[in-house]
């Protein structure tokens, strides 16, 4: 693969060591505070960044950035086929577990062939909006009644090939979900969710090992404490632990959750996590949201990230968990979208900040460098990847945004990123290279020639699925 070279006009290396790295450190024209250097050349080989210049002048041969350029976004938390849910679950009044029985009707009515569809239809949506990694959290393994397809990883691997066909690295958590809650089975369409026990699930990921490459990570997630128990938990961690990989796990998002772990097993999830060694600096617990104490002190401790996704949690009125007592004791924090309710991690950020306003009446919690660390290198940590900065060694992810924007107009130099966490949206994104490669230029997809319409198709083939030939 030929050396590419990439002028950005301006560009943020991304909030770790910056001003202590060489290419940065003698850099002409850095502006004070916001970290942002001018007229920087960025060279990449074999899809990885090798050298990141300033006060360079741009060449023939190099493709100019416009606009700002940043590293590529981490998308911490996605399931995918509830894209199709997006305007549909708004009408009348409910909760979270209302909720989730619409999301359990389009659960139903997925197979290998329109789960690759959305999947790929909404991983260009996330490059759009300058996405380069996504977190799938997936569970939806098996056919109707619970049936294995003639390969068990068929739905797992339709989703690293929608995430290749996008042009986004994936790093596919393959989920254990094994029972209905505390004292119940699975039941319904969550019979397809589960393998029967933790060993069989461990068969299956040994299997699905063998579909990593430069853009694709394979990782394990447990759904929650009431969908695996704690043997199986310790199974799922240890096969974590023995592949070095990373670990996910939904924590403490409803009330509920918590009542009725503390009913069943006397501790919080958080403490039921930490009782079966579950948390460690490879593990991020998704949504954190009604933590208490205890629970952020041992987050904390452990070093575990904690995945934020408030568009979804307050679309589904979960409420608005504690990231800055969490960030104070220790676990990094990144973001993700969840149920896609909005793709765009900079609404993600500027929310971390915005809701806890609301319920402290305070303002100030997180700086814009720290929400963007979370949007970017954090997320990437999360998600097994070494990347989300520009730096030598690095992944060539990058996206620019456009300076020039009505959400951007009148941007300073002294407040670049706090501009970019809140006043940016997605569709300020007008370029974004993975790996060195242009997936998206002059705000158009390269791979997905009308990403509108396939999302369209795809939900159709979804909502309406009698309407289409199987």
């Given at each position: 693969m030929p050396l590419k070279r990439f002028f950005a006009e301006l560009a943020w290396a991304g909030r770790a060591e910056v001003d202590t790295k060489a290419a940065?450190?003698?850099?002409?024209?850095?502006?004070t505070g916001a970290q942002i250097a001018r007229d920087v050349m960025i060279e990449v080989d074999d899809g990885r960044i090798t050298k990141v210049t300033p006060g360079e002048v741009q060449d023939a041969e190099s493709v100019r950035l416009t606009g700002l350029t940043i590293p590529g976004l981490a998308n911490a938390h996605s399931h995918a086929?509830?894209?199709?849910?997006?305007?549909?679950?708004?009408?009348?009044?409910?909760?979270?577990?209302t909720w989730r029985e619409a999301m359990y009707e389009t659960a139903s009515a997925l197979d290998p062939d329109r789960y690759y569809a959305l999947a790929r239809a909404t991983y260009a949506e996330m490059a759009l909006a300058g996405i380069t990694a996504v977190g799938e959290f997936h569970?939806?393994?098996?056919?109707?009644?619970?049936?294995?397809?003639?390969?068990?990883?068929?739905?797992?691997?339709?989703?690293?090939?929608?995430?290749?066909d996008a042009g986004i690295r994936i790093t596919l958590l393959d989920c254990c979900y094994l029972r209905g809650g505390f004292?119940?089975?699975?039941?319904?369409?969550?019979?397809?969710?589960?393998?029967?026990?933790?060993?069989?699930?461990?068969?299956?990921?040994?299997?699905?090992?063998?579909?990593?490459?430069?853009?694709?990570?394979?990782?394990?997630?447990?759904?929650?404490?009431?969908?695996?128990?704690?043997?199986?938990?310790?199974?799922?961690?240890?096969?974590?632990s023995e592949h070095e990989m990373p670990l996910h796990v939904h924590v403490s998002e409803q009330r509920s959750e918590n009542a009725e772990c503390l009913e069943a097993t006397g501790h919080t999830p958080a403490g039921q996590l930490a009782r079966t060694g579950v948390l460690g600096p490879?593990?991020?617990?998704?949504?954190?949201?009604?933590?208490?104490?205890?629970?952020?002190?041992?987050?904390?401790?452990?070093?575990?990230?904690?995945?934020?996704?408030?568009t979804t949690e307050r679309d589904l009125a979960d409420g608005v968990g504690p990231?800055?007592?969490?960030?104070?004791?220790?676990?990094?924090?990144?973001?993700?979208?969840?149920?896609?309710?909005?793709?765009?991690?900079?609404?993600e950020a500027r929310a971390v900040e915005l809701d806890e306003r609301l319920i402290t009446e305070r303002r100030g919690h997180h700086r814009a460098p720290d929400l963007l660390h979370a949007a970017t290198a954090a997320g990437m940590q999360s998600l097994g990847w070494n990347g989300g900065v520009l730096e030598p060694g690095a992944p060539a992810d990058f996206v620019t945004l456009d300076l020039a924007s009505?959400?951007?107009?009148?941007?300073e130099p002294s407040s670049v990123l706090e501009h970019l966490v809140f006043a940016a949206s997605a569709a300020d994104v007008v370029g974004v290279i993975v790996g060195g490669e242009q997936v998206v230029a002059a705000r158009r997809h390269t791979k997905v020639p009308d990403v509108a319409r396939s999302l369209s198709q795809a939900i159709k083939a979804v909502v309406e699925p009698a309407a289409v030939a199987p």
């Open positions: 940065l450190r003698a850099a002409g024209d850095v502006i086929f509830q894209r199709a849910l997006r305007g549909r679950t708004h009408q009348g009044a409910g909760d979270f577990w569970y939806l393994h098996h056919g109707p009644g619970g049936r294995a397809y003639g390969d068990p990883n068929e739905m797992g691997r339709a989703l690293i090939a929608a995430a290749r004292d119940r089975p699975l039941d319904g369409v969550q019979v397809r969710f589960g393998d029967g026990d933790a060993e069989r699930w461990a068969e299956r990921m040994e299997d699905l090992l063998g579909s990593q490459s430069d853009t694709v990570l394979v990782a394990a997630a447990i759904h929650s404490v009431r969908a695996v128990d704690p043997k199986a938990m310790a199974t799922v961690a240890r096969f974590a490879s593990t991020t617990a998704v949504h954190a949201t009604h933590l208490d104490e205890a629970d952020v002190v041992s987050l904390g401790r452990s070093g575990a990230h904690v995945c934020m996704c408030p990231a800055r007592a969490l960030a104070r004791a220790g676990s990094p924090l990144c973001l993700g979208t969840d149920s896609h309710a909005s793709i765009d991690l900079f609404e009505v959400r951007l107009a009148g941007v």
